[in-house]
């Protein structure tokens, strides 16, 4: 008897769950885009999801499974944003989605587009040498860099 | 002016002086290219999962064979109904850890083909 009420449980469960309509669906995979205007970027977001009611939500995936989100992460998450809000026609929320190896996610909050145009100013601005750019703040980050020597002399 | 990628200008949240000398120095991805593998690797599996293009679907490959008829279906059943839904993909990929030891077994007894033909047929007749 318990038997059968564990499967009529399992059987409503998945009959409940097929009925419901998906929250996200994928709208867009790894489809390059670019813009000139209000600064050129390009990119190709990994996966644009759309909501039921038409907004594109940006994601990524990170081939790990510690879920420390970096301030890297969300400046990629904000020009993949960027270019979906330029080039569809369609509402984008300003947070986006980074998915991990164990398949969990995390809800990130993207730079505003002010944000973007001053951070893509500053870019100009190091690699021209017309400011002296920061260091990271993780040392262990320079264990992977090639210019681990020059950078020390500097 | 010159197009940045997404990629090169999230290096600003990292080092910005790796940013200065990638440009004036040039970039080795000699120290790097064995992640930049792996990732791209599973890049590439996470776009398959989501496209539909993953053709996995191990027990029902190895009683029915790869193309069979049975085994879209199954496939089509677990894009349509189980991935998109949070619980669905947590069933699917615990099934994906448990059912190449199950293939093992088949492998090693062919007899256990038999009865899990039956329930999946008996399945698929059921959605049908």
């Known amino acids: 008897m318990s038997f059968f009420i564990v499967v009529v449980v399992i059987a409503l469960y998945w009959w409940i769950q097929s009925r419901r309509k998906p929250k996200l669906t994928p709208y867009m995979l790894e489809n390059f885009l670019k813009i000139t205007d209000p600064v050129a970027l390009c990119g190709k977001p990994d996966v644009v999801w759309k909501t039921h009611d038409g907004t594109l939500i940006v994601g990524d995936y990170k081939s790990r499974e510690n879920q420390q989100v970096y301030q890297s992460e969300v400046i990629q998450l904000s020009v993949y944003k960027l270019l979906v809000e330029k080039t569809q026609n369609r509402p984008v929320a300003d947070y986006g989605f980074i998915h991990f190896k164990n398949r969990h996610m995390v809800k990130v909050q993207l730079m505003n587009e002010k944000e973007i145009i001053e951070l893509h100013q500053r870019y100009w601005n190091v690699k021209d040498g017309r400011i002296k750019p920061c260091m990271t703040g993780t040392k262990n980050y320079c264990r992977y860099c090639s210019h681990n020597d020059e950078c020390c002399n500097e | ?128």
Not at chain 2, 4 to 11: F, G, N
Not at chain 2, 30 to 56: M, P, V
Not at chain 2, 61 to 80: C, H, N, P, W, Y
């Open chain 2, 1 to 128: 002016m010159h197009q940045v990628s997404a990629t090169e200008l999230a290096k600003m949240g990292k080092c910005e002086r790796q940013v200065y000398l990638d440009h004036h120095h040039g970039e080795d991805t000699s120290l790097t290219a064995k992640f930049i593998k792996r990732g791209n690797y599973e890049h590439e599996q996470f776009n398959r999962q989501l496209s539909g293009k993953d053709k996995r679907c191990f027990i029902a490959t190895a009683v029915f064979g790869i193309d069979a008829v049975e085994t879209k279906i199954l496939r089509q059943f677990r894009d349509e109904h189980l991935m998109p839904y949070k619980t669905g993909r947590t069933f699917t990929s615990l099934y994906y850890s448990l059912s190449p030891y199950i293939v093992n077994l088949i492998e090693r007894y062919p007899a256990l083909m038999i009865p899990i033909r039956t329930i999946l047929r008996w399945f698929i007749r059921s959605r049908r």
